[in-house]
């Protein structure tokens, strides 16, 4: 009896002392912006093999694949999009009376929604969640084409404006690992 408790009592202080969350690491990366317009993306309206008269189309405009379609997907096959904080955030704090309003027109909002962030995936494997002050939970879901090393990501941002006034920080930015 008591050659089985010891093992069961050992067991349960190991898992004390690790712990079953996340491992999480804070660091301090380069930080910088991007949304889905054509110069930031390096995308063009219609093609001139059609006299670019299929204009509601978008190619690549530079780089390797420059003349193919673009469709605006992350390299994990995502939608870019920014950081959703939920119906039970601080701006449901500071504005209560939109609540009913925000759960039936937009019941998509009723659950937080981490932001794209590009990184290298040698380093920070897709899936893996940052958060980043000012601008909240975000998860990587793209490669980006200059973020090379563990020191640097790239934000999504849906406006142009936006994320130029983010421009580039150093931050210390909070990692969990999948």
Not at 117 to 123: K, S
Request: hydrophobic share 35%; net charge positive; proline share 6%.
């Amino acid at each position: 009896m008591v050659r089985h408790v010891l093992p069961a009592l050992i067991c349960v202080a190991l898992l004390f002392i690790t712990g079953c969350a996340k491992r999480q690491l804070g660091k301090e990366l380069e930080v910088t912006a991007y949304c889905g317009c054509s110069s930031c993306c390096s995308w063009e309206r219609g093609s001139w093999k059609y006299l670019k008269l299929d204009f509601w189309n978008r190619y690549v405009s530079s780089g390797v694949d420059r003349g193919r379609f673009y469709s605006g997907m992350t390299a994990s096959g995502a939608k870019p999009h920014e950081p959703e904080e939920g119906l039970f955030s601080m701006d449901s704090i500071n504005r209560p009376w939109m609540i009913p309003l925000r759960t039936i027109l937009f019941p998509w909002y009723l659950v937080p929604q981490d932001g794209t962030i590009a990184a290298d995936t040698h380093y920070y494997p897709f899936g893996t969640r940052m958060y980043i002050p000012g601008y909240g939970w975000g998860a990587v879901e793209d490669r980006g084409g200059a973020i090379k090393g563990p020191h640097r990501i790239d934000l999504y941002f849906d406006s142009h404006s936006d994320a130029l006034n983010w421009g580039r920080k150093r931050v210390r930015v909070l990692i969990e690992y999948p």
